[in-house]
């Protein structure tokens, strides 16, 4: 079973910035994409951003411009860098890599 261990979340004023971990100790971390989804209370999870295995980047409209992923193969994580935050970013953020999903960890955007 292959863990994925989420960090990095909490609160933050509008305008603020966190930046969300991903870490894994699979050593084929490198050969596979990670993804960023997100879930809102009531909602369905959506599609934040991916990057692949050899560092191509995709990101949602929602976030284009305001969200960075990254990955370090040699500490076998992945990265969300989240600036600009507004109140609509406040969801349960997970990561998915090669099918497994980490734990989700909690983003509130509020004053």
């Known amino acids: 079973q292959v863990q994925l261990v989420e960090s990095g979340g909490g609160l933050v004023q509008p305008g603020g910035s966190l930046r969300l971990s991903c870490a894994t100790s699979?050593?084929?971390?490198?050969?596979?994409?990670v993804l960023w989804y997100r879930q809102a209370l009531g909602k369905q999870r959506e599609w934040v951003a991916s990057?692949?295995?050899?560092?191509?980047?995709m990101y949602a409209d929602s976030v284009k411009g305001r969200f960075t992923i990254s990955r370090d193969d040699a500490k076998k994580t992945g990265y969300l860098q989240m600036n600009s935050l507004k109140p609509e970013d406040t969801a349960v953020y997970y990561c998915?890599?090669?099918?497994?999903w980490g734990q989700g960890t909690q983003v509130t955007v509020s004053s």
């Open positions: 990057i692949l295995g050899g560092g191509t980047t």
């Open positions: 699979v050593s084929s971390f490198s050969f596979y994409a």
């Open positions: 998915k890599w090669n099918s497994n």
